[in-house]
């Protein structure tokens, strides 16, 4: 990282300022320094009222009615998913998949795809950067069909360790690999895993959990095969999140869950499924919280997705500095040392005050930090620690929050070592 | 900061940075219990060895030792609930593991105020243990606190059946 002061540094290319006045929380909850967006976003104004906006004047239950207001109903659902599948490049909305929430997205990947497709003799490879909603559901389904599950190193530079790559992705059918780490931050190179993938035939399923909401995505680019993300994360609602995957792929697989609105046909000898994306939307959706996403990505796309990656490079390469200048080796920050490397997550290690206990200190001071393993304990016995504290930022966040942070630190620091 | 310092009283912090008892005990002789707190990835290993297990809730607590890692609050609550067993007959046990959780919880209700607690007065028996009074206040850090405890009965369970 080259020496570069902070006057020196290029300008922001968000105002987080005025984001923050779209951000009702922030006025309701003066003082507020959030740091904790990696776990769920704040919410914009313009969700809110888009959600509010559907309950009064949209809302009836989607499709299958032949009155006005289930039309407006199913077009503005309808609408939200074209929105939300062109924000990841995605041309063909049939192909996403509205969940509950990420973890949906993945199970439906390996109850739906990997029940059809993987058994005794195959396996599958993770990394060891695997947020728990990408490892379990592959666990629970190699437990009933004995597949084999093997796992990509990390390197002690916080990235990958490729240089097993190839016989590790020797004749398995799918690598499940996740964008960008939800605790040290670490951007693995997804196109170059991509690649690697399908040159050993094995499909790629991508947890952007933590990517999509961060920097801009375009599954074409990324070649990846399966996307998986949480609106939440996003500056959306809870209660709803997407799978894409490919047409052919979606085709081809058998539906997760049964019920209304899947179907084609149902006799008492069986059932038709329907065609995309129905087949794997039973039961009546989250119809608001869909309007919701589509208004968070309308508003994030207002913002530009390249902004808001420049904006958090910015923040966390401030991060790492100023903290490192102002705690010399007192603090630890797990992950790639090039904040372009990284996410707009950090997890650190500040003296020896167990994260539970200094996060517990800075929320006297409204720093809302996350102590935890973060569902991710495979990489918390890597990294050899129970627990980390993790701040991470967003679009609303500047330097003045990291500062705050650091003054919270300093404050813990003197409060247990009295 | 005068509800950090309650939650943090200076007895709490010093269980944190010297815990007694710590290590391990061969089993058998010993039994061997582990307890997670999912929420923030605490361990606590807890040995524990009877002095004669056929005599069921009159068997006495002769050893114990604390293993895992965690925050203070389950830290030091291992560490006095370590100090406070050996010796007592498994009745005894027990009836302090009641009387720590209902210091515990009887406040639950009522978080807000600093009201006089109903019923129930723990309170005595206690001793040390009386310091993490505090951390009802914070009622996620309770799972904190109970960790050992419920990690503790899991091992008299084991103990006591074979
Ligand atoms: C990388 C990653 N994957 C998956 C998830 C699960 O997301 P959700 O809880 O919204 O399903 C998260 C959120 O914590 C995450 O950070």
Redesign the pocket.
């Known amino acids: 990282m080259a020496d570069i002061s902070v006057k020196d540094a290029p300008a922001d290319p968000l105002s987080p300022e005025e984001i923050r006045a779209d951000f009702p929380l922030f006025a309701n909850r003066e003082g507020i320094v959030f740091l904790d967006s990696?776990?769920s976003s704040q919410k914009p104004i313009q969700v809110i009222e888009a959600m509010d906006h559907y309950y009064a004047f949209d809302h009836s239950n989607v499709h299958r009615a032949a009155y006005d207001l289930a039309e407006a109903a199913t077009n503005d659902m309808e609408g939200a998913r074209q929105r939300i599948a062109r924000f990841i490049g995605v041309a063909d909305s049939a192909e996403l998949i509205f969940t509950k929430?990420?973890?949906?997205a993945?199970n439906l990947v390996a109850r739906s795809w990997g029940a059809a497709n993987l058994g005794e003799g195959d396996a599958i490879v993770l990394t060891q950067l695997?947020?728990h909603?990408?490892i379990v559901p592959w666990q629970q389904l190699a437990a009933e069909k004995g597949f084999e599950i093997r796992w990509i190193d990390l390197a002690d530079d916080g990235m990958l360790d490729l240089s097993d790559l190839d016989r590790i992705l020797d004749g398995a059918k799918l690598l499940g690999l996740?964008a960008?780490?939800?605790v040290i931050g670490t951007i693995p190179p997804v196109r170059l895993l991509t690649d690697a993938a399908h040159a050993s035939g094995a499909l790629v399923c991508l947890?952007g959990?933590?990517s999509v909401p961060h920097m801009p995505t375009d599954v074409k680019e990324l070649d990846v095969d399966f996307l998986?993300f949480?609106s939440?994360?996003m500056c959306g609602p809870t209660g709803i999140?997407a799978l894409w995957a490919r047409r052919h792929l979606l085709e081809d697989m058998p539906p997760f869950l049964g019920g209304g609105g899947m179907i084609l046909d149902v006799n008492r000898d069986g059932f038709i499924p329907a065609g995309l994306p129905s087949k794997f939307e039973a039961g009546t959706p989250a119809i608001a919280e869909a309007v919701g996403f589509g208004a968070a990505v309308d508003y994030l796309e207002s913002l530009g997705m390249d902004n808001v990656r420049a904006h958090e490079i910015q923040l966390t390469s401030y991060a790492m500095r100023s903290l490192k200048e102002r705690f010399g080796s007192d603090i630890t920050i797990h992950g790639p040392a090039e904040p372009d490397q990284r996410g707009a997550v950090m997890s650190m290690a500040y003296r020896d005050i167990h994260p539970h206990d200094l996060s517990q200190v800075l929320n006297q001071r409204q720093v809302c930090i996350r102590p935890g393993h973060?569902?991710a304990k495979p990489l918390m016995r890597y990294l050899g620690v129970g627990a980390t504290a993790r701040a991470s930022w967003y679009i609303y966040n500047d330097t003045n929050d990291i500062d705050l942070l650091g003054d919270a630190l300093e404050a813990a620091g003197e409060f247990f070592s009295i | 900061m005068s509800d950090l310092e309650d939650l943090y009283r200076e007895i709490i912090l010093d269980h944190y940075r010297s815990p007694r008892n710590r290590g391990e005990l061969e089993t058998p002789p010993a039994h061997r219990a582990e307890g997670f707190n999912p929420l923030c990835g605490d361990e606590i290993v807890v040995y524990l060895e009877l002095d004669d297990e056929s005599a069921g809730e009159d068997a006495v607590v002769s050893q114990v030792r604390i293993g895992g890692q965690g925050c203070s609050i389950s830290q030091s609550s291992a560490s006095m609930m370590s100090a406070a067993i050996v010796g007592k007959t498994v009745a005894e046990v027990e009836e302090l593991t009641r009387s720590f959780k209902a210091m515990m919880s009887i406040h639950e209700g009522e978080l807000d105020g600093d009201e006089a607690m109903p019923s129930g007065q723990p309170g005595e028996s206690l001793g040390d243990l009386e310091a993490l009074r505090g951390v009802v206040k914070f009622p996620v850090r309770i799972k904190c606190a109970t960790l050992s405890w419920n990690t503790l009965a899991e091992g008299i369970e084991e103990a006591l059946a074979d």
């Open positions: 990696a776990a929430n990420a973890t949906e993945l695997e947020h909603a990408n996740t960008m780490s939800n947890d959990c933590q998986a949480s939440h994360k999140g973060h569902c």
